[in-house]
């Protein structure tokens, strides 16, 4: 169905919201994703004309602050994303077969999928009946939270898929025809996997150079989300992903919140994530907030830069002494005389440091002490 766009204009008398099915997306501003002096002031969610199958999605809507004008701007990308075909779907990926699967987790599996006539190639994550969070949730958390973005460093969701069929099951040892619901999101493809297999599972090393540019690269996609704000609620090396290039790009959205203009803190009884790399006051005390997406990110920087793996202790649902034996061991000192990155020059063991550090200090027990994603970019940039 059309995709109609949407001005809002907001001035001293009111508000007012206008249906502007003309208007060109040339003539739709990209600042707001691109600009940072544009602060996102609000998030609103409009329900648009779309099928049937997908009639309660609703469509992102960001409205950005002129801070210049003080006059409330919004803006509605024309997304790419679009309503895909079971059929088409089974099609691309010979019928989910295990062949085509390359990656499983607690959402699901991913499969990679090959469109003949054109040699395209897109990744299609199959969602189990069974996640941690309610299916149909997990699936609008993707599709609603990640459609409308456009960011190097944020995988790019190209369509999706909720569809019922009719199948023939057995069930006690009889045969029956019953309806069987399909939840599917098809992204981009990255052929060279996550940052965890490229660390972890793979012989070789990784330069400093590539690590260093990973690392920024998480960062400069978590600012972006955090200026919306979303808050992602499960960055870990799985779930980031490297293209050709090795240019990192944050997936698995299934988690993630929307957070309100002047919401700073969700609370929650239902804690699911990946331990180790959920925040204490999170895993303790169900408080959510953009901190909480900082911890994780700390961990993550400091399993990048040392190249050592948290190991998760059934005993310690946390990463404290993993932490901790880390900050004994990477000291000044040992980074420029016995580490892995021992010969590399000043310019390079500064950056090591640097990155220690900040992992550091994303991993502090006390959500306020640890420092914004614009004060993480602004340092591992050396301003």
């Not at 707001?32 to 004309?49: H, K």
């Not at 990744?123 to 609008?140: G, H, I, T, W, Y």
């Not at 790009?249 to 929650?268: H, M, P, V, Y």
């Not at 994780?296 to 830069?305: A, H, K, N, R, Y």
Request: glycine residues 6%.
């Amino acid at each position: 169905s059309r995709l109609v766009r949407f001005l809002y204009i907001c001035g001293p008398t009111g508000s007012k919201e206008i249906s502007h099915p003309l208007l060109s997306q040339n003539q739709i501003s990209n600042s707001l994703w691109s600009d940072p002096a544009a602060a996102i002031t609000q998030v609103i969610f409009l329900r648009l004309p779309v099928s049937k199958s997908c009639s309660d999605l609703l469509f992102l809507k960001s409205v950005a602050m002129d801070s210049a004008s003080g006059v409330q701007r919004s803006i509605i990308r024309e997304l790419q994303t679009r309503e895909i075909p079971l059929d088409f779907l089974k099609k691309i990926t010979n019928q989910f077969s295990d062949e085509c699967t390359i990656g499983s987790g607690a959402f699901g599996k991913v499969y990679k999928g090959v469109v003949k006539e054109t040699s395209e190639v897109v990744a299609v994550k199959r969602l189990s009946e069974n996640p941690p969070v309610s299916r149909d949730k997990a699936f609008k958390n993707e599709v609603l939270n990640i459609m409308a973005l456009d960011h190097e460093n944020i995988v790019k969701l190209v369509g999706y898929c909720q569809e019922s069929q009719k199948e023939v099951v057995q069930k006690n040892g009889r045969y029956a025809v019953a309806t069987v619901a399909e939840c599917l999101l098809c992204y981009e493809y990255l052929p060279k996997g996550s940052v965890h297999k490229n660390l972890f599972d793979t012989p070789g090393i990784i330069t400093w150079e590539t690590r260093f540019k990973i690392i920024k690269g998480i960062c400069q996609g978590l600012c972006f989300l955090h200026r919306i704000p979303i808050v992602h609620m499960d960055l870990k090396p799985e779930n980031i992903l490297l293209d050709d290039n090795m240019v990192p790009k944050i997936a698995d959205f299934g988690l993630s919140r929307l957070f309100g203009q002047d919401e700073t803190r969700q609370r929650t009884q239902n804690v699911v994530g990946s331990y180790g790399y959920i925040a204490p006051e999170y895993l303790y005390k169900g408080e959510i907030s953009v901190q909480s997406d900082i911890y994780s990110l700390g961990l993550m920087i400091i399993e990048i830069t040392t190249g050592e793996k948290h190991i998760l202790d059934v005993n310690e649902p946390s990463a404290r002494t993993f932490i901790n034996n880390v900050r004994e061991k990477w000291t000044a000192e040992y980074i420029v005389s016995n580490s892995l990155y021992a010969s590399l020059d000043a310019e390079y063991l500064e950056q090591v440091q640097a990155c220690i550090e900040v992992g550091f200090e994303c991993v502090h027990p006390e959500r306020m002490n640890r420092p914004s994603i614009d004060d993480i970019v602004d340092k591992l940039n050396g301003k």
